[in-house]
């Protein structure tokens, strides 16, 4: 990205360094000792009394010798029953520690983020390679958590944070967001018309009247047909613009793919790609330019903290068990 879209240094804070590095040491897990502020204390005691506390069996008067596997045994559940009750005991566990930074380790990306991966390289027409950083250190994808509008705010505040030229102008397409995000001092939101057609003039007008020395962004909330995507690629060409497709697009649909765009698309994914059941689900996925990627990390550690493990965990057990309808 060229200077006008340049980012100040980033300054990642002391206890996530502390925490990544940790997690990511050869040392045997039962050796180690993990640094997360605030993290709750993890014994598999504490965790079969969380266990009773969610079936509504728990003990107050006697301290819990069970091990949660015991718990399950001496419910006596059926088969079905049995399978909720281990979601929840998966949910419990997964939700003491925290998640890493971006919601995967870069040394061993695994889980939802490998899904995603293979979704974008093996499971459509067209694949598109994003770093995961296993190799690189690099990532061009990482997961937020908290829904769209919440990713939205995550970007107002990285690119006000760091961001080098401001104040820097966003129209958004089909794209609802909270009014307080329009309270950004450094960021003007233009909301474009709903047509399409409308839309697009609009943003041509309104693009000829912005100076060339303001950052320009235009976020898509659906996708343009072919003719709306060749003229943006043909404005790109001519323009310095980034790209925020917040649309589900596949790969042969999304202006990531064509040529010289790559750097200039950042995409904004939901768990709909998988199942369209689940597009209103929190957990999201973000792909692009790894110094936007890392911007909104960043940001998104220092708002709220790491993803949450409670939503990732939900979503791992859809797609591991799909609902059968509805």
Not at 2 to 16: F, I, M, Q
Not at 76 to 105: D, H, M, N
Not at 271 to 282: I, Q
């Amino acid at each position: 990205m060229k200077d006008l879209y340049a980012l100040r240094p980033l300054r990642a804070a002391k206890v996530s360094e502390i925490s990544e590095t940790t997690a990511a040491s050869p040392v045997p897990a039962e050796d180690r000792v993990n640094f997360h502020i605030g993290n709750p204390a993890q014994d598999s005691r504490l965790v079969s009394l969380f266990l009773r506390l969610a079936l509504g069996q728990a003990r107050t008067n006697d301290p819990c010798t069970e091990t949660p596997e015991e718990v399950i045994a001496s419910l006596g559940l059926e088969k079905e029953e049995q399978q909720r009750v281990e979601f929840l005991l998966q949910l419990i566990r997964k939700s003491a520690p925290y998640t890493p930074r971006g919601g995967f380790l870069r040394s061993n990306p695994q889980g939802l983020i490998r899904s995603f991966s293979d979704w974008l390289e093996k499971g459509q027409p067209d694949p598109l390679v994003y770093d995961l950083g296993e190799k690189s250190g690099i990532r061009e994808v990482i997961m937020a958590t908290g829904g769209m509008s919440e990713v939205f705010r995550v970007l107002f505040h990285a690119l006000s944070a760091y961001l080098l030229h401001l104040p820097a102008r966003i129209f958004i397409h089909q794209i609802q967001l909270p009014a307080h995000l329009a309270d950004f001092t450094q960021i003007e939101v233009v909301s474009l018309p709903s047509d399409e057609n409308a839309a697009m003039k609009e943003f041509v007008r309104a693009l000829d009247a912005t100076p060339e020395t303001t950052p320009v962004f235009l976020g898509m909330g659906t996708i343009l047909s072919e003719e709306h995507r060749r003229q943006l690629r043909a404005i790109a060409s001519e323009r310095l613009l980034v790209i925020v497709e917040a649309n589900d697009a596949p790969n042969a649909l999304s202006l990531a793919r064509e040529a010289r765009m790559s750097d200039r698309v950042i995409r904004i994914l939901s768990a709909g790609v998988f199942d369209e059941r689940f597009s209103s689900l929190p957990t999201l996925f973000l792909a692009g330019p790894p110094s936007f990627i890392s911007i909104m990390e960043v940001a998104h550690f220092q708002l709220k903290g790491s993803p949450s493990a409670p939503e990732m965990e939900h979503l791992s057990a859809l797609l591991a068990h799909p609902p059968a309808n509805g």
